[in-house]
């Protein structure tokens, strides 16, 4: 397996960041979008969520199409690409798109800036960038609004540890746990590993519809009232479902709907599902429950 070389950069690095505008990062690459991104490049595009989604979105309703026209380098566009005109959901596009060439990584609530190997990654594709002035990485991020958008992911995270708290819920406190259960963890782990279509296909498209494209009025250009907004739906519809189940059956089958919402979740922010559910995995374990 090839490890790949990560560099961290603090908010005072200086980069050839300036964009170019020519669309070397639009082929080629993975965009992933989680739910209020989802929303806001479906309002660029005047379309529903849905619609969007089910157009311009693969890998279970989480990543942006890349099937347009190849460039120089054989790369397919993302779908959302224009030739000679570039992005046509800019103002909307999600922070995958605001960051680049960079990553976002978080370790112990610090936030740091990453980019894949020793060298900048835009001087292989965009040569040019070398006669543009060099930014810092926090003039960078501020010149691409991604503010609200990294605020945005940080608030979905707490949404999918409270899904994952209740799909612990439906394991410890209903009594199946006791009951000798060893299903399901095995269906966590697997879940956490299978393709996100086969997930979807799993929990079920009322589900999925409920954690994509949550039917909110809220104003979207505010995103922690959309996300809080969408948690509160998620908790009712959880709620409205489970709270006359009785059963063993049926307390397995809850707690793998809402785990495999919370993995979903993770993977739309870039998340890796694997290494999260693993924790939890243990976690659960060390308060007895079987695998």
Not at 14 to 32: A, D, E, S, Y
Not at 59 to 74: H, P, S, T
Not at 118 to 134: R, Y
Request: with cysteine.
């Amino acid at each position: 397996m090839q490890i790949r070389k990560m560099t961290k950069l603090n908010l005072e690095s200086r980069l050839p960041l300036t964009c170019t505008r020519i669309g070397t990062c639009c082929h080629g690459n993975q965009v992933l979008v989680n739910p209020w991104e989802l929303y806001c490049v479906s309002k660029e595009k005047n379309i529903t969520p849905k619609q969007f989604r089910d157009l311009y979105c693969d890998l279970g309703g989480i990543r942006l199409k890349f099937n347009g026209e190849k460039d120089k380098r054989g790369k397919k566009a993302c779908g959302q690409y224009i030739d000679n005109f570039g992005c046509s959901v800019h103002l909307g596009r999600p922070l995958a798109c605001r960051l680049f060439p960079l990553g976002r990584q978080i370790q112990n609530d610090e936030v740091n800036y990453i980019h894949e190997g020793d060298s900048f990654p835009c001087l292989n594709g965009c040569s040019e960038v070398l006669s543009l002035p060099k930014l810092s990485v926090g003039e960078y991020l501020k010149g691409q609004l991604t503010k609200s958008h990294e605020s945005a992911q940080d608030v979905y995270l707490e949404v999918m540890q409270n899904l994952a708290d209740i799909g612990f819920e439906f394991l410890l406190d209903s009594g199946l746990a006791e009951s000798g259960d060893s299903k399901t963890l095995q269906i966590w782990r697997v879940m956490s590993t299978e393709e996100p279509e086969l997930l979807v296909k799993r929990i079920g498209a009322e589900w999925m519809d409920c954690l994509l494209i949550p039917s909110i009025t809220v104003n979207y250009n505010d995103p922690i009232a959309f996300i809080e907004k969408h948690n509160e739906l998620l908790q009712l519809k959880i709620q409205d479902r489970f709270s006359t189940i009785q059963t063993m059956q049926e307390f397995h089958e809850a707690s793998i709907i809402v785990m495999g919402l919370a993995i979903h979740l993770s993977r739309s922010m870039g998340a890796d599902p694997e290494s999260l559910t693993e924790h939890w995995i243990e976690t659960a374990k060390g308060f007895g429950v079987q695998e």
